[in-house]
T-cell receptor, first 116, second 108 residues
Framework: GAGVSQSPSNKVTEKGKDVELRCDPI?????LYWYRQSLGQGLEFLIY????????KSGLPSDRFSAERTGGSVSTLTIQRTQQEDSAVYLC??????????????FGNGTRLTVT | KNEVEQSPQNLTAQEGEFITINCSYS?????LHWLQQHPGGGIVSLFM???GKKKHGRLIATINIQEKHSSLHITASHPRDSAVYIC??????????FGAGTILRVKS
């Protein structure tokens, strides 16, 4: 079946513009995670959804970042007034997961965001 | 101190060698993941462990819950195993915490 799908795969935007990144998880996966990986850096947790709710938003780096998930499926990560330090690969992962039990993660291929 | 520590940070091996990558964590967890990221490539989940040992091909992952430690072993290493290997843990409540990764290079 289809894996985790992210779009766009690449996005170049001017500083100050808003961007929206989309993640389509595997059908039926209740847990959805957003991460980012800056050049040469490790993975940085941004936000976690269980269904439509976001019990953990602790990783969002500033109030310019927001995310939502509708229908327990598609999620969008929005970055307002982009800055050059926002340039990174934004990764989405999903899992079929009961609270606290953990289950295998499935990653999308990421969206490479470049802010000029 | 990071909640998830990996060692070594960098590892160079000759083809055929047995490789071990270690992961220690300091928090209570519900599961531990080993992930693989090839240069310029996506991230692939290798194992998800909550106890014991799992094997897939030449890869073996073990976890000791009492000692809060996991190891990833690669037998008969090959240049195509060259990648970044990342340990990540599910804290209770499901937040994932990542280690910094181990850069593995296998020379032929």
């Amino acid at each position: 079946g289809a894996g985790v799908s992210q779009s766009p795969s690449n996005k170049v935007t001017e500083k100050g513009k808003d961007v929206e990144l989309r993640c389509d998880p595997i059908s039926g996966h209740t847990a959805l995670y957003w991460y980012r990986q800056s050049l040469g850096q490790g993975l940085e947790f941004l936000i976690y959804f269980q269904g439509n709710s976001a019990p953990d938003k602790s990783g969002l780096p500033s109030d310019r970042f927001s995310a939502e998930r509708t229908g327990g499926s598609v999620s969008t990560l929005t970055i307002q007034r982009t800055q050059q330090e926002d340039s990174a690969v934004y990764l989405c992962a999903s899992s079929l997961e009961d609270r606290g039990s953990g289950s295998p993660l499935h990653f999308g291929n990421g969206t490479r965001l470049t802010v000029t | 101190k990071n909640e998830v520590e990996q060692s070594p940070q960098n590892l160079t091996a000759q083809e055929g060698e047995f490789i071990t990558i270690n992961c220690s964590y300091s928090v209570g967890i519900s599961a531990l993941h080993w992930l693989q990221q090839h240069p310029g490539g996506g991230i692939v989940s290798l194992f998800m462990l909550s106890s014991g040992k799992k094997k897939h091909g030449r890869l073996i992952a073990t976890i000791n819950i009492q000692e809060k430690h996991s190891s990833l072993h690669i037998t008969a290493s090959h240049p195509r195993d060259s990648a970044v290997y990342i340990c990540a843990v599910n804290e209770y409540g499901n937040k994932l915490v990542f280690g910094a990764g181990t850069i593995l290079r296998v020379k032929s």
